[in-house]
């Protein structure tokens, strides 16, 4: 529905923003917001597990060495997110030194029992793919991952085979598979097709709104949950409103923010279970976690909202 109306040359315009590099610099904040609101929750479908709707992505943000200027941020963006109800943080091998930066800085908080580890296997082969994991989980800090996911789909047959086994053999508690383009969802719908699949993680959001014409409502039918990342477009949708108001209606949504307005457009959507927006920016994560409180577009909600931002 969506993405018809959001204009080609939009689309185009959002795809040559995405491209474009971000500067400015990360003011670390004196003292924590309090987070007024709760963050809700909805059921992982294959058991019922309670999972905060706003977790955290971790691709470029976490990536740092260990110096205290590069790791105070993050710590605070890390403490904030688990003082505010967040559980879910996602990284992957492909992310540098992600990993570790997630692994040293719960350490450092002691926060890792709270936390809902997700990572990925981005390899090829049985014998690789176990090794880059048993990193993963040595880098993490943990015995057990939550999820594991196949990244990019990547000799997805010959990982899920072990993800199945280490599922049974309890060394992971859930397994997924991911992916960030539009192209890929023909093989992504008939990987869920083939069944046994725990999460789904796609790029979602109303810059990139195709996930809503059959992944979503498959994954629903499926009872696979969904995750969804890239809900900014990788920063693009930003660049898109810049210099803009946050138009007065936003607050019929509860949304006090474009990112909370972005984010609240995907959670309205009854297949997501949970967005990954990715900061470095301790502010900006007390913003994401907020639109995860109080009220969410329904569908025709979110049909209005895609209609009055494509006008803009
Ligand atoms: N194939 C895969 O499995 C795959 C592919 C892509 C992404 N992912 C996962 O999904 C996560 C999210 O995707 P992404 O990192 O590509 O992009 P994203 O979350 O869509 O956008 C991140 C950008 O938005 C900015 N931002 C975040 N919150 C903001 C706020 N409240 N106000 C203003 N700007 C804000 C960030 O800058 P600041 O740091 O300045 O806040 C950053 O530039 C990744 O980190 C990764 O964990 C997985």
């Not at 400015?24 to 963050?39: I, K, M, S, Y």
């Not at 725990?198 to 059959?214: K, M, T, Y």
């Amino acid at each position: 529905m969506n993405d018809r109306k959001i204009s080609a040359s939009r689309r185009r315009s959002l795809g040559i923003l995405v491209a474009a590099a971000l500067g400015g610099t990360v003011r670390l904040p004196q003292a924590a917001d309090p987070v007024r609101r709760p963050l809700a929750s909805r059921p992982i479908p294959s058991t019922g597990e309670p999972l905060p709707v706003i977790g955290l992505g971790t691709y470029r943000s976490f990536d740092i060495g260990d110096s205290e200027a590069e790791s105070a941020p993050l710590r605070e963006v890390l403490r904030r997110f688990v003082a505010g109800g967040g559980r879910l943080i996602d990284s992957s091998p492909m992310y540098g030194r992600s990993e570790a930066t997630i692994g040293r800085l719960a350490g450092e908080l002691g926060v890792g029992d709270r936390l809902f580890h997700a990572t990925k296997v981005w390899t090829r082969g049985r014998d690789d793919g176990i090794d880059q994991m048993a990193r993963s989980f040595a880098r993490m800090g943990v015995e057990r991952m939550d999820l594991m996911e196949v990244h990019n789909l990547l000799d997805v047959d010959t990982h899920l085979e072990t993800l199945r086994a280490w599922r049974r053999e309890g060394r992971i508690r859930y397994l997924g598979v991911t992916h960030y383009h539009a192209g890929a969802y023909g093989e992504l719908a008939s990987v869920l097709e083939r069944g046994n699949i725990d999460f789904v993680q796609l790029n979602f959001s109303i810059g990139e709104p195709e996930a809503e014409r059959h992944l979503l409502p498959l994954a629903r039918d499926r009872g696979i949950a969904v995750i969804v990342n890239r809900p900014f477009a990788k920063g693009a949708l930003f660049r898109w409103v810049r210099g803009r108001a946050v138009p007065p209606w936003a607050a019929d949504y509860g949304a006090a923010s474009w990112a909370q307005l972005f984010l609240k457009f995907i959670l309205g959507h009854p297949a997501v279970t949970c967005a990954i927006p990715a900061t470095g920016n301790p502010e900006h994560l007390l913003d994401n976690l907020a639109a995860g409180a109080g009220p969410l577009p329904d569908q025709a909600g979110r049909r209005l909202i895609s209609t009055r931002l494509a006008d803009l």
